[in-house]
Each structure stands twice: as C-alpha cells, then as structure tokens.
C-alpha cells in the first residue's frame, strides 16, 4: 500500500491541500462505513480507518480532531458523525465539477533500480 503523508515543512498552502483532501477522504470512509450492513453500535477503529485509507494515524486523528468528530466519552475517544455533517459532505461532493473515474487512473511507481549511477 502507497501511503499518504504530510511534508514536515511544508507550506500552510500545502497543509490546505492535504487537510482538504484527508478530510474528504476521512469523511468518505466514515459514510461508506455506516452505509455498509454492520454490526449495531458500529465499530471502527483508528487503525483500520488507516489501513482502509492509507492514511498514517496522526494524520488521521488531526483530520476528526479537525473535523471535530472525535470525542473522549466514557474513557475512550468516540467518532461522532452527525446526520448534518452526512447531509453537508454529500452535498459539496454532488457539487464538484472534476471527479476521477477510478477505472481510467494508470499509474505506476517508479523504478528506483534502473536509475543510473552519477
């Protein structure tokens, strides 16, 4: 798995970028998760919602505490996705005029070892 990560020193500009990107991302995990026939309460830990997005965990947790949809409750932190925040990420999403057809996406990682010497 590629995983997605935060530049140390990157710009404001850039943490804007990937702020916006983790927290469609997160948001779109989160609904697809409820969706899905699961178990009642659901379940979802903060690693598996890393390993379904590639995501490194601190980046994660700053994107809910950022979204402000982690909470400490009873001694354990809890993921609160209300009905309005559903309702608001679906509608900028139908909004979006430049969507990616996964199916048409080739891409492949580079080869390091056919770099030449200097």
């Not at 990937?18 to 903060?46: C, F, G």
């Not at 965990?57 to 950022?66: A, F, M, N, P, R």
């Not at 559903?86 to 080869?111: G, N, T």
């Amino acid at each position: 798995k590629q995983w997605y990560q935060r530049r140390v020193r990157g710009s404001d500009l850039g943490l804007l970028s990937y702020r916006s990107y983790w927290s469609n991302a997160v948001l779109e995990a989160l609904i697809q998760y409820l969706d899905s026939p699961t178990e009642s309460p659901p379940s979802l830990t903060i690693l598996e919602l890393c390993d379904r997005l590639c995501m490194k965990k601190e980046d994660v947790i700053s994107t809910l505490q950022h979204l402000n949809l982690i909470h400490y409750y009873k001694g354990q932190y809890i993921i609160c996705l209300s009905n309005e925040i559903i309702d608001q990420h679906r509608k900028s999403m139908f909004r979006r005029k430049v969507r990616i057809d996964e199916k048409y996406l080739q891409w492949q990682p580079k080869d390091w070892s056919k770099r030449g010497k200097w």
